[in-house]
């Protein structure tokens, strides 16, 4: 089946420019405008990209340390019935994991040094249930966790800003005071540093202690874990599976899910994407519109063959839909060579990084600055697709004026002088 004259006529302007020197010089736009669509394309797609795996990075390096869903009772109390909050937690298909703890907040003190740090009292047993934490700890520091012996494990930074190692004693003063015939005097114990861990992210790893929620629950006159931690099969249900524990479970429970913890970092994240997409769309649609101007002049050059067209029964629609295909492939051409790129970079920049950084003999991630070493990289389709319709849709606009003043031609002017 032959394909329609204005296709056939429209793809051959597009590939012209051998004929005259004219010809060349507007082939030659038209080959810039399909370079600085696909170079615009494929840097969206590999900033979005780079992006998103900055974004997994640190969300799977925080949920090592935070479970998918926290419940807990208000004030900072005991849970009324722990084993009916687990039956029922544990009843919801979703849930992979529950495991009870208790948290608050406590000072650390080595001889003249004092932190302030977040307690979680765990049972070392069903930890592996909710985080991957375990899989961070040295020397398998949280079977050490004894009810009874008072061991700590501490985040690496908070252990190297004491200045303490496994096996050293540490004071631990509870927020609330005994109360004595001589006043309130703070409640101190002395604790012992069984292990450490490194989860890569700072705020936990400066911050964070971990004991046994036996001992936590003695420590801090607690009748029992004052809440539980919840591990989901699939985390980005987290806020689904939370309001449905809201109603299900018994009590008057507080229900907390991961995305609620760090909403200002992930509102601050999504934001910069947000930006980052719509300046990056600029070269893009610098480069669309450059095809204005090659239209323009493929018009210009053109008008006698318009002329002949028209002369021949060429309506001014088929005149219109030369030039919106000459544009139109020009899109299709730079966005298609764009996305080859973009993909290529985004899916082997494990590889590519590397070998620029050998190339350079530079690093551009370094160990002792940034959390990771490696520059990550997860190209989705969300991202993918709308940036592809959003090139081709401003390279179809971009031709709407052009043609349409190629339409406009008027044979008899376009013929005076030929």
Known sequence: MALPFELRLGWRYTRAGRATRRNGFISFISGVSMLGIGLGVAALIIVLSVMNGFQKEVRDRMLGVVSHIEIFAPDGAALPDVARTLAEVRANPAVMGAAPFIATQALLARGDDMKGTIVRGIDPAREPEVTELSANLKDAALQRLVAGEFGLVLGAELARSLGVHSGDKLTLVAPSGQVTPAGVVPRLKQMTVVGTFDSGHYEYDSGLVLMHVDDAARLFRLEGPSGVRVRLQNLHQARTVAAELTTTLSGN??????????????????????????????????????????????????????????????????????????????????????????????????????????????????????????????????????????????????????????????????????
């Open 253 to 418: 429970l507080l229900v907390r899910d991961w995305t609620r913890q760090n909403r200002s970092w992930f509102a601050a994240v999504q934001l910069e994407k947000r930006m980052m997409f719509i300046i990056l769309t600029l070269i893009v649609a610098v480069a669309a519109f450059n095809l204005v101007s090659t239209l323009v002049m493929t018009v210009t050059d053109k008008r006698a063959d318009i002329a002949i067209l028209r002369t021949l029964g060429a309506s001014p629609a088929s005149i219109m839909a030369i030039f919106v295909v000459q544009g139109a492939m020009v899109g299709v051409i730079g966005t298609l060579a764009g996305l080859a790129l973009g993909l290529g970079v985004a899916f082997n920049i494990d590889v590519i990084v590397p070998a620029m950084e050998r190339l350079l003999g530079a690093s551009f991630l370094p160990r002792d600055i940034y959390l990771i070493s490696r520059m990550p990289s997860d190209p989705q389709q969300a991202d993918i697709l709308p940036i592809a319709l959003i090139s081709l849709g401003l390279a179809f606009v971009a031709t709407l004026y052009p043609s349409w003043r190629a339409s406009r031609v008027n044979p008899a002017e376009a013929l005076r002088y030929e």
